[in-house]
């Protein structure tokens, strides 16, 4: 079966899973497109198409006013075309349902197998811009959800997006659930004090609350906490983080370190005790964490992981044997748990240890890859 392969982005740090993806399907894979691709081939071997490339004649006279802008969709189906009119595929991939539907006039036309991955943000139907306030989605979204569905197999990432899609309608027989895989890290060392370090990383949006985070730590500390807190990532509220860390009582023991590569984040979990967020509804958007990589990548590190009771992360985390959950804005509640795991060694460690044993069995790169083979035979 060959597979055209399309997303917006595989190439940024946050979207890790996609490349991992693309490696479980490669043998499969005619072309990847992508949306600003900077790359002709993936890994010296799969074709890579730029589904924004503007001709340059187009773009001459767009610059000089002699015609008007195309929408930025209308771009993509037309170069979406040009290479299907020259690689010939069986199935259309396509991550997240918000970019399918840029693309409806061609996936909805189409003679071939078709499957969209949802992810969260895509299925949020009450969703609202963060600057405006306005509704992302209007009733033609959720209608074409509902219509591509009677001739693509959607794939939810979690129990909670499935649940978003039978909320409007789609049928339960036309929805495939299947989690991300991550590999296992190698087993980290072993603290047998009670001076931890606590690791925040993943974007700095409100639905993973890492502001609250910072006021977590800071409530832990007054009650006695020993340790140091690092906030890796990057979004629309590190300003605000950075303000919190500056005003802090606590501001040296707080580090803020940006936008990190997958190693650094690998390292970042090695040298960590606990990993944290406040997972939440974010008040600005509606959006909630639907699935968490970030949180199953914690665990293959061994970490205990403390965050707040929403979305998916209810599932991938076991309340009391892998790490805790709390009710989202309870900061007070957050802070005791991170306090009780740092005065606890030997309970971060069997946390940690069962953590990696079901990322062994429910989270493995091994499962998804499973997955997406029955997904491909059954779409």
């Keep these: 079966m060959k597979i055209a392969y399309i997303m917006y982005n595989y190439q940024a740090f946050s979207e890790l899973w996609l490349q991992r993806q693309i490696a479980m399907l490669r043998e499969n894979i005619a072309f990847i497109a992508a949306v600003d691709a900077r790359e002709k081939k993936w890994n010296n071997d799969i074709p890579v198409v730029n589904l924004g490339y503007r001709s ?16 930025s969709n209308e771009i993509y189906v037309n170069n979406l075309i040009s290479v299907l009119d020259e690689i010939s595929v069986d199935l259309i991939f396509v991550n997240f349902m918000s970019f399918a539907y840029d693309l409806r006039s061609i996936i909805l036309k189409a ?3 078709i499957i969209i991955h949802t992810h969260g943000y895509d299925i949020t139907w009450d969703l609202l811009d963060r600057n405006t306030g306005v509704a992302v989605y209007d009733r033609k979204y959720t209608d074409f959800v509902k219509k591509i569905s009677g001739k693509a197999l959607i794939i939810a990432n979690s129990n909670y997006s499935k649940k978003s899609l039978l909320d409007i309608g789609v049928p339960e027989n036309k929805i495939m659930t299947k989690n991300f895989g991550v590999p296992l890290e190698p087993q980290k060392p072993i603290n047998n004090t009670t001076k931890v370090t606590v690791l925040f990383l993943g974007r ?12 977590a730590f800071e409530l832990a500390c007054d009650k006695g906490m020993n340790g140091d807190l690092i906030i890796a990532g990057g979004g629309n509220l590190e300003f605000e983080c950075r303000k919190l860390r500056e005003e802090s009582r606590y501001k040296e ?20 005790d606990i990993f944290t967020a406040h997972n939440c509804k974010s008040s600005t958007t509606n959006q909630v964490e639907a699935f968490g990589v970030s949180i199953i990548e914690a665990m293959a590190a061994g970490l205990p992981v403390v965050t ?17 959950l709390f ?27 069962r953590g990696r044993h079901r990322v062994r069995i429910e989270f493995s790169m091994e499962q998804e890859a499973k997955c997406l083979r029955e997904a491909l035979r059954i779409s």
């Design 56 to 71: 340059l004649i187009n773009r001459i006279m767009t610059k000089i006013g002699l015609k008007n802008r195309q929408p």
């Design 111 to 113: 003679d071939s197998k």
């Design 204 to 215: 700095l949006i409100e639905c993973k609350g890492p502001d609250l985070v910072i006021k």
């Design 253 to 272: 023991k707080i580090k803020l370190v940006g936008v990190v590569s997958p190693e650094q984040g690998e390292a970042l979990r090695q040298s960590a």
């Design 308 to 324: 707040g009771a929403s979305g998916g992360v209810t599932h991938s985390i076991v309340d009391g044997e892998t790490g805790y």
């Design 327 to 353: 009710t989202s804005g309870d900061v007070e509640r957050h802070a005791n748990l991170l306090l009780k795991l740092a005065d606890n060694p030997s309970l971060r460690q069997e946390m940690g240890a």
